[in-house]
C-alpha cells in the first residue's frame, strides 16, 4: 500500500531534519525506487515527475519549497487542517519502511544535494531516459514510471545479490 509522501517525508526528517528540500526529493526516490525492487510497488502515494535537477514529487515540492536552499530542521505539518506532522504509525510494515529510509540514509545521507541530483542524472538512470527522449527538454509534468523505476532499481537489486519481487502495480 503506498503512503502519503508527506508521512514517508516526516519520517525521514524526525530522524535526519538537517536536509534541504532537494536532497530529501532524492532521498525519497531512492526510498521509493527501493521499495518498488524489494516489495514490487511504489512506497509513496505520488510520481516523481522530471524536473531540472532530477526526479521530483510535486506534492512535496509545493510542501517544501519554502525553505528554500535552507535545510528543512524536522516534520513539517503538509495540511493547514492537521495538529501535528503527519508521521508513519506503528505497524510491521511502517517498521519496515522506516528500516529502508535508515538503509537509505546510510547510503546516501553523506551525499550533497548536488550530488544525489547528479547520480539520479547518470546515464542509464529513468531521469536521463527521459530528458534524452526530450533532448532535455522535457515539458511540464512528465512522470517516471513505476514500471521506469522498478526495472532500473530492480538491476540494482540484482547487483547487490537481492532478488527483486516482480511488479505489481
Known amino acids: ?21 532537494m536532497k530529501l526529493q532524492k532521498l525519497l526516490y531512492y526510498a521509493n525506487g ?4 524489494i516489495n ?14 532530477g526526479p521530483v514529487y510535486q ?3 509545493r510542501t517544501f519549497s519554502r525553505f528554500g536552499h535552507n535545510d528543512i530542521g524536522g516534520p513539517v ?3 493547514p487542517f492537521v495538529t501535528e506532522p503527519e508521521r508513519l504509525g506503528d505497524s510491521e510494515e511502517e517498521g519496515r519502511v522506516r528500516q529502508l529510509l535508515e538503509w537509505i540514509w ?3 545521507g553523506p551525499k550533497t544535494a548536488v550530488q544525489l541530483s547528479n547520480e539520479t ?4 538512470t ?3 531516459d527521459i530528458a534524452e527522449k526530450y533532448n532535455f527538454k522535457v515539458p511540464y509534468s512528465v512522470d517516471i514510471s513505476p514500471e521506469r523505476d522498478w526495472k532500473f532499481f530492480a538491476e540494482l537489486a540484482k547487483k547487490r545479490g537481492i532478488e527483486p519481487s516482480p511488479l505489481r502495480t
Open 126 to 128: 529513468p531521469w536521463r
Open 121 to 124: 542524472h547518470a546515464v542509464g
Open 1 to 21: 500500500m503506498p503512503y502519503p509522501s508527506i508521512k514517508v517525508a516526516n519520517e525521514l526528517l524526525s530522524s535526519h531534519g538537517d536536509v534541504s528540500p
Open 106 to 108: 546510510s547510503e546516501h
Open 34 to 37: 527501493w521499495w518498488l525492487a
Open 77 to 79: 505539518k503538509g495540511n
Open 40 to 53: 514490487g510497488e511504489p512506497l509513496l502515494d505520488e510520481t516523481p515527475e522530471v524536473w531540472r535537477y
Open 59 to 61: 506534492h512535496l515540492y
